[in-house]
C-alpha cells in the first residue's frame, strides 16, 4: 500500500500572501491531481499533472500556481489569498491505465485572516 | 467537456433502509464513471468505478451503481444502509483517453439509528 501526505494539515495566512501547499505520494503513480473543496461543496480541479514536468490547469486554476518537482510530489501555490477564504485542498493520485482509482490525502485547510 | 450532476444534495434515512443517491452526467464519448465516499474531515475514498461490461458494479461495504447509457445516469445504490454509512458521496467522470477527473457536487446521506 501506500500514502498521500499533504503538509500543512492547517495553514493560516493573511490577505494577500502567497502560500505554497505540498503533496507527496509514495505510489509511484505518474499522475496527480489538486482540488479545492468549499464547505459543504462538491470539489473543483484546480490543477492536474499527467506526468513529472507536466501541467494541466483545471477548471479553477486563476489565482493559483502548480509545480511538479518529481513524480512522487506535487505542490500548490495560492498566488495571493483572499481575505475570509476558506477551503480544504485535496491532492490526489493514480496511475492511468484504463480508469484507475484515485487516492487522496487528508486534506489542506486554508484560513485567511 | 464531461460534467456531472448529483441532484439531491441531502438524503434521510433509517438505518436498514434502501437507499439510492443520483449521478447523472454529460460527456459525449467513452466514459469513466466512479463513486467516492467521504467521512468528515478526511480525504475521498474509492468505492466503485465502470467503464465498459455489466452495467451493475458492485463496490465496497455493499454498495454497488448501475450505469444507464440512455439516461446518462450511474446511480448508487445500498439496499440495507447501516449508520456508519452516513457521509458525503461524490460522483466522478472522466472522459476515456484524457486524464481530467471531475467530480459532482457531492451528495450528503444522514442514517438514522
Known amino acids: 500500500g501506500g500514502i498521500i501526505t499533504q503538509t500543512p494539515k492547517f495553514l493560516i495566512g493573511q490577505e494577500g500572501q502567497k502560500l505554497t501547499l505540498k503533496c507527496q505520494q509514495n505510489?509511484?503513480?505518474?499522475?496527480m491531481y489538486w482540488y479545492r473543496q468549499d464547505s459543504g461543496k462538491g470539489l473543483r480541479l484546480i490543477y492536474y499533472s499527467i506526468t513529472e514536468n507536466d501541467l494541466q490547469k483545471g477548471d479553477l486554476s486563476e489565482g493559483y500556481d502548480a509545480s511538479r518537482e518529481k513524480k512522487s510530489s506535487f505542490s500548490l501555490t495560492v498566488t495571493s489569498a483572499q481575505k475570509n477564504e476558506m477551503a480544504v485542498f485535496l491532492c490526489a493520485s493514480t496511475d492511468w491505465g484504463l480508469g484507475n482509482t484515485l487516492y487522496f490525502g487528508a486534506g489542506t485547510r486554508l484560513s485567511v485572516l | 467537456t464531461q460534467t456531472v450532476s448529483q441532484s439531491d444534495a441531502h438524503v434521510t434515512v433509517f438505518e436498514g433502509d434502501s437507499v439510492e443517491l443520483r449521478c447523472n452526467y454529460s460527456?459525449?464519448?467513452?466514459?469513466?464513471l466512479s463513486w467516492y465516499i467521504q467521512h468528515h474531515g478526511h480525504g475521498l475514498q474509492f468505492l466503485l468505478k465502470y467503464y465498459s461490461g455489466n452495467p451493475v458494479v458492485q463496490g465496497v461495504n455493499g454498495f454497488e451503481a448501475e450505469f444507464s447509457k440512455s439516461d446518462s445516469s450511474f446511480h448508487l445504490r445500498k439496499a440495507s444502509v447501516h449508520w456508519s454509512d452516513s457521509a458525503v458521496y461524490f460522483c466522478?467522470?472522466?472522459?476515456?483517453?484524457?486524464?481530467?477527473?471531475?467530480f459532482g457536487s457531492g451528495t450528503r446521506l444522514l442514517v438514522s439509528p
Open positions: 460527456y459525449g464519448g467513452s466514459i469513466y
Open positions: 505510489f509511484n503513480h505518474d499522475t
Open positions: 466522478a467522470v472522466a472522459g476515456a483517453g484524457g486524464y481530467k477527473v471531475v
